[in-house]
Structures are given as structure tokens and as C-alpha cells.
């Protein structure tokens, strides 16, 4: 299923429970795996793979970066982060990855099983990790593979006058809980999704851990209470640092990853400082099996190469994988060149077409924080409906506003930024704006591509730019555009309740009318960068 190249050996050996001890006197436990036999190679030569993990060393996980990587001729050390799992001290998310990986690196340079080139590897929390030690990191490490993660991870969801909800619900329940009994069982059969469900109802946010654990969690209070450009976050952004990093690195993820965005800017940033970055994005949301195939792959062929002194196989730097036609393709940059954009204008009665809008009334609607718009598919944490689908019954709903382009008559290839410039007015001092672009096809199936949603404090007439995701798509012939206009996507993020408390300690719920402007002067559009 994970599509990895060919094992060396089926014998592996694992050491568990081996004590590292950092420089504050905290003892992290570790799980040392290695291959049984390695074709003549001595065992200390090999490379290898450094894992940093607050999920644990068991499961799925332990699994693929363990044995998988073992039986691929590798050693493998699975590190559990700070108060996971046996490792001493508290975990606090995010806060002690830097010192603690730094000494964990220092620790493997002394070991004798441990003399050939070292590769950072992980996904999510464990990507982060790298990140968290890359711009430091020794000479031993040769590579690094971070997989659908950013190099600031949680501030990526904490954009200022929104909260990504779901994803940091689902998280916190998640880490508190993982270590109880059938923690993981309980995970795959979805049997706390109710529970997880009606604690993100709860009101004000402040009360969502508290509702779902019965105490508060420190890293929800956190990021309800701190957005992004909070300076209480400095110590654990490390965006600032990629272009230092002088590791070569492959990045893996996915159109549908919560952190794709982010994990773009830090592409590009390594590119910027001529680093020679690699990227591969397929499409894939953050639990896909298949992506974490994909980074796998990339550490035991790519990562292991570099490790071993060896060029690894050429390709082009950037690897992206087009949905509609189902194609892989390479490029030299992101975003590439050659895709001019288009200006699709949302027109009264719901039609989008390119060219200048004529003299037309807006288009109106209601929304309800007590009957919040619905998430439907999109970039989700929980493996529970991500990614593209059919939006059909979302569409139908009146707060939610669509504009159809015509009938394609030609392929249309997107591949870049997707931006939208809306102007709108509102009856209250706040409210959100989500907008989404769709896939309709010839039976008037309509599959979401990508979508983003923005906090407006609307001043009259007020406009809007909405950054949606990334993408890479073609829309085939004879297929349509659709792009939906609504004021939320509940839960994946929280309400918008209409006044002027913080988000975070707001309570009362009023309902919002909303204006879509599209005429001449207020020229609402959805900006595609495409070929035909």
C-alpha cells in the first residue's frame, strides 16, 4: 500500500526504552531499530533515521518509521517527546523540541551502532521537530524529510480574528488521551467523534477544553488566548530560520494538508536563499496513508543516499501531482511559470464569466451562528471525511451563495495561488467570509478544490481578499467553475458570532445579513492562474 522500494531484509532487531538524558536532567526514552543483516555493509556504517514523536512508538506510526525503515537498511531511532509515553518531565507542545532534539543528536553522535550520516524524518508534530533543530543542526545529519508539517506548525492555525476549531479540538483530544487504554482503536473506529463533536458547540471557546476533558488543556488555553504574531509564540516559530537551514531537504504534502500553505512559504524560502530545496505535492489531506507512503519512500531512497556520501537520482525540483487529469508533472520552481492570471467574475443570478461586470443589484444572504454553515471535505486533521467532495447538499442550503461558470469548451489547467477579491457590506461589526472553488461536472457533481476563509470587520462597503489554497487542477471540458460565496464552515473553524467581543470570550449569537457586491464599480472576481 505505502509503494516502498524493495526491503533488504525482513530481520530487524529493536532495543526499547533506551534513556537519553538532556541538559536539564529530563530522561527521554527511545526505541533503537536496526537491520539484522545488511548485505557485507557493517552495521555501524549504515545511516541513520532520526524520528521525534509526541504520538508514541507503537501503532501504525512505529510501524512505518520503525520496521518498515529497518527492513530498508537503515537504523531508526524513534525518540518519545517530553512527557509522552515514559519520557520524564511535561509536555508542552512545541516548547521543548529544540533543546531537547539538539541533545538527542548529540547523544547519537557518541554511539557506536551510529557512524554513518544521519536523515530528520517525520510528518505533522514529528516534521515540526526538524524543523525545530535544523538551522543548528550538526554535520552528521545530511538530510532531512518533513512531511505535511510547518517549521511554526499550531501557528499556522491561529491566524488573527479566527480559530481553526476541529483541527485544534481534535488535537488536544487526541494528545491527552492517547496514552489511556484502546486509545487507538477507539481513534479508528471514531467512537469520541460525538463527544469531540459537541464540545466544539461549547461557548465561549475559552470553555471547548474544558467541556470535552473536564479540565483545561495548557496548549488550548494557549492558542485560543495567542494568535500568530503573538510575541508569546517566539520560541517555538522557526520560520524565521528555514533559509539558514543548510540541510538539504526534501518536502512532502498534500492539497488537501492543513499546513500545505505554510509548508509552501517554507519551500520558498529555502529556494530564496539557494538552498536547493525538493518538493513533492500530491493529493493527499494530513492522514492519507498514501502521502506518508510517499515520505517514506523519500527517506529511504533520497534521504539515505545523501547519508551515504551517494548522489541521489535526479529529478526536477518540484514534483506536483495534477488533480482532474490525474498526472504527475515536474517543474523547476513553485509557484511555475506560464500561468497568467484569469479574472472570473461572480455576476447577479449566479453566473461567473470573464470580462467586465455590468450594472446588477447584490446578492444577499443570512447567517445564523445558531445554524452555522457546515464544513464540508477540505483540509482536516481527523481522517474523518477530508479532502474532495461532493458539495451538493451544502450548495443547496440558503446561506450559501454559488456562481457557475458556462460549460467549459476547453481544458482549463490551474496551478498556483488561487486568490478571490469580493466586495461585500454587512449589518454587524464582524463577520466571516468563506469562499471556496468547485469542480461541477457533466452530472452536476461539485467537488471542492480549495477554499480559505478570512475575518472581515466590514466598514460600508468593504473589500475582501481571500488567499485560497494552493492547487493544481484541470477543469475538463465540459465541465463547469463553481465558486460558493458563505460567511462560515463550522466546525473546522469556530462561528462568527456577529459582535464585537474576541473571538475567543464571545457568547451572544446575532444573526448577520450579508451583501455580495459585483458591478462595475465593486468588481467581484475569483483569480485563477491558468492556461488553457
Not at 515540526?128 to 550538526?138: K, L
Not at 501531482?321 to 520552481?333: A, T
Request: hydrophobic share 40%; glycine share 10%; aromatic share 8%.
Amino acid at each position: 500500500m505505502l509503494k516502498l522500494p524493495p526491503a533488504v531484509t525482513r530481520e530487524v532487531t529493536v532495543e526499547r526504552d533506551i534513556p537519553i538524558t538532556v541538559e536539564d536532567g529530563v530522561t527521554l526514552l527511545a526505541d533503537h531499530w536496526a537491520p539484522a543483516g545488511s548485505a557485507g555493509i557493517a552495521l555501524e556504517q549504515l545511516p541513520t533515521v532520526v524520528v521525534r514523536t509526541a504520538y508514541g512508538p507503537g501503532g501504525p506510526l512505529g510501524w512505518m518509521y520503525g520496521r518498515a525503515i529497518a527492513e530498508r537498511g537503515m537504523h531508526v531511532l524513534m525518540v518519545r517527546s517530553r512527557g509522552t509515553f515514559g519520557s520524564g518531565g511535561t509536555f508542552l507542545a512545541m516548547r521543548h523540541e529544540r533543546e531537547d532534539g539538539l541533545a538527542t543528536l548529540r547523544w547519537l553522535a557518541d554511539q557506536t551502532w551510529a557512524r554513518g550520516g544521519v536523515v530528520l524524518a517525520g510528518s505533522s508534530y514529528f516534521g515540526y521537530t526538524q524543523w525545530a533543530v535544523a538551522a543548528e543542526a550538526p554535520v552528521q545529519v545530511k538530510a532531512m524529510v518533513p512531511h505535511i508539517t510547518s517549521s511554526r506548525l499550531a501557528l499556522t492555525l491561529l491566524r488573527p480574528g479566527r480559530f481553526e476549531l476541529d483541527t485544534l479540538t481534535n488535537w488536544v483530544w487526541n494528545t491527552e488521551t492517547q496514552e489511556r487504554p484502546r486509545a487507538l482503536l477507539r481513534s479508528m473506529l471514531g467512537l469520541d467523534r460525538k463527544r469531540v463533536a459537541a464540545a466544539m458547540n461549547t461557548l465561549p471557546l475559552t470553555g471547548v477544553d474544558k467541556a470535552l476533558l473536564g479540565h483545561e488543556s495548557p496548549f488550548f488555553q494557549e492558542t485560543v488566548r495567542y494568535d500568530q504574531n503573538d510575541p508569546y509564540w517566539k520560541d517555538v516559530d522557526h520560520s524565521g530560520a528555514v533559509g539558514d537551514v543548510t540541510v538539504p531537504v526534501s518536502s512532502i504534502t498534500g492539497w488537501y494538508d492543513i499546513f500545505l500553505t505554510d509548508q509552501l512559504r517554507d519551500f520558498q524560502a529555502l529556494a530564496a536563499a539557494g538552498r536547493g530545496p525538493r518538493l513533492t505535492v500530491g493529493p493527499w489531506w494530513h492522514a492519507d496513508p498514501v502521502g506518508m507512503g510517499a515520505a517514506i519512500e523519500q527517506v529511504v531512497d533520497w534521504g539515505a543516499a545523501l547519508a551515504r556520501g551517494e548522489q541521489p537520482a535526479d529529478r526536477a525540483p518540484v514534483r506536483l501531482f495534477v488533480m482532474g487529469v490525474g498526472q504527475w508533472r515536474d517543474f523547476d520552481k513553485w509557484p511555475p511559470a506560464g500561468y497568467p492570471q484569469q479574472r472570473w467574475h461572480l455576476r447577479s443570478g449566479g453566473a461567473l464569466e470573464r470580462g467586465v461586470n455590468p450594472a446588477s443589484p447584490p446578492s444577499t444572504f443570512t447567517y445564523d451562528p445558531n445554524d452555522p454553515t457546515p464544513s464540508v471535505g477540505g483540509p482536516k486533521l481527523d481522517g474523518n471525511g477530508p479532502g474532495p467532495k461532493d458539495n451538493r447538499s451544502l450548495e443547496k442550503r440558503a446561506d450559501v451563495l454559488t456562481f457557475t461558470s458556462p460549460v467549459l469548451e476547453s481544458d482549463l489547467e490551474v496551478i498556483g495561488q488561487v486568490t478571490a477579491q469580493v466586495w461585500l457590506r454587512a449589518d454587524r461589526p464582524s463577520n466571516d467570509l468563506f469562499v471556496r472553488l468547485c469542480d461541477v461536472d457533466e452530472r452536476g457533481k461539485s467537488i471542492n478544490v480549495c477554499d480559505d476563509l478570512v475575518t472581515v470587520r466590514p466598514d460600508g462597503t468593504t473589500e475582501v481578499t481571500v488567499e485560497l489554497s494552493p492547487t493544481a487542477y484541470v477543469f475538463r471540458r465540459g465541465h463547469r467553475l463553481r465558486v460558493q460565496v458563505s460567511a462560515g464552515a463550522f466546525p473546522r473553524f469556530a462561528r462568527n458570532l456577529g459582535g464585537d467581543e474576541p473571538v475567543s470570550t464571545a457568547t451572544t449569537a446575532h444573526v448577520t445579513h450579508l451583501e455580495i457586491l459585483h458591478d462595475g464599480d465593486h468588481p467581484s472576481a475569483i483569480l485563477l492562474p491558468a492556461k488553457a
